[in-house]
């Protein structure tokens, strides 16, 4: 007891230290190991962007965490675009990682969302050009991500976890929408009655146009990586497989891809096509892992 009388004060003041460092992440995994620095690995295009004959992938390409994150705001908005050549097959897979904010409207009773990755004729809007656009739908409560084609949409009704770094894909074969969260597929296939996916000459990621509730498509709030577009609805198992490799996983099908962004520190396309991205009141940060565990 005199012991504990005597130094029960520098134990107590220890324990908080801890529990202090602990939550800020200093003894998370993730901040421990090495990180993949920028372009530390790409896709290789022997005969040039848009050919497909032996493509592959050069440097670390196993997954290694990315040494930085962009972070998106709605005021002033943030956003990237790129401009990509050539069409698609009338197939698309779109795949990405997000940590969103709670910015306040999640739940409201006005029909508001935050665009996260669409693809049209424009740079502004949440749906430009009428091709492709995945979205959070905050209207609705709870929150749901939804991928729309040209205008047919799938709520799948899932609900996002703020401050927690989740994937989410969204496919369309032709004749049909699917949605997965963290690898695994959620609500159900919707028609799109006809509706295809063409050309999308321009790619945003997170939306150009923040307007208020009702009014468009808002930039996201929050954190987005690996950004990943395909000419073709990857299958169920291969979006299981992708979102095994983590938040900082290589392409899975090189042959149908499109473009990749990996936002590590850049906007640059590493698929081998150069649909380099433009960055507009996006930074970057190198504290990021709160939130994510290594699927």
């Known amino acids: 007891m005199e012991y504990l009388m005597t130094y029960g004060w520098a134990i107590l003041i220890i324990a908080v230290v ?8 200093v003894f998370n995994a993730n ?6 620095q920028p372009g530390s690995c790409q896709v290789l295009r022997p005969d040039g962007p848009g050919t497909t004959a032996f493509i592959n992938t050069e440097g670390l390409c196993n997954g290694e965490l990315p040494q930085y994150m962009p972070i998106f705001s709605q005021s002033p ?4 675009t790129a401009n990509v050549a050539g069409s698609n097959s009338g197939e698309i897979t779109v795949a990405f990682w997000i940590d969103p904010v709670n ?3 999640w ?7 935050e665009g996260a990755v669409s693809g049209g004729g424009s740079s502004t809007g949440c749906n430009p050009g009428g091709q492709f656009y995945f979205y959070i739908e905050a209207g ?3 929150p749901v991500e939804s991928f729309s084609i040209t205008g047919a949409r799938d709520f799948p009704g899932k609900t996002l976890v703020p401050n927690t770094w989740q994937q989410l894909v969204g496919t369309f074969n032709g004749s049909y929408i699917d949605v997965y969260w963290d690898g695994q597929l959620v609500g159900s296939p919707v028609a799109t009655l006809g509706n295809t996916v063409s050309t999308y000459p321009i790619v945003t990621i997170s939306g150009t146009n923040p307007t208020s509730a009702g009014g468009g498509c808002n930039p996201i709030s929050g954190y987005m990586a690996n950004v990943q577009i395909y000419n073709t609805s990857l299958s169920a198992n291969d979006i ?5 490799e983590g938040i900082g996983g290589a392409p899975i099908d090189l042959q149908n891809l499109v473009g990749w962004w990996p936002l590590n520190g850049n906007a640059q396309d590493y698929s081998g ?3 380099n991205g433009q960055i507009n009141g996006v930074t970057f940060t190198g504290s990021w892992t709160s939130g994510y565990t290594a699927p």
């Open 18 to 25: 801890l529990a202090a460092l602990f939550e800020l992440g």
């Open 31 to 36: 901040n421990l190991g090495p990180r993949a």
């Open 77 to 80: 908005a943030g956003y990237i």
């Open 103 to 105: 910015n306040g409207y």
């Open 107 to 113: 739940g409201s009773s006005g029909n508001y969302w």
């Open 140 to 142: 609705s409560n709870p």
């Open 240 to 244: 299981h497989v992708l979102n095994l």
């Open 273 to 275: 096509n150069n649909n």
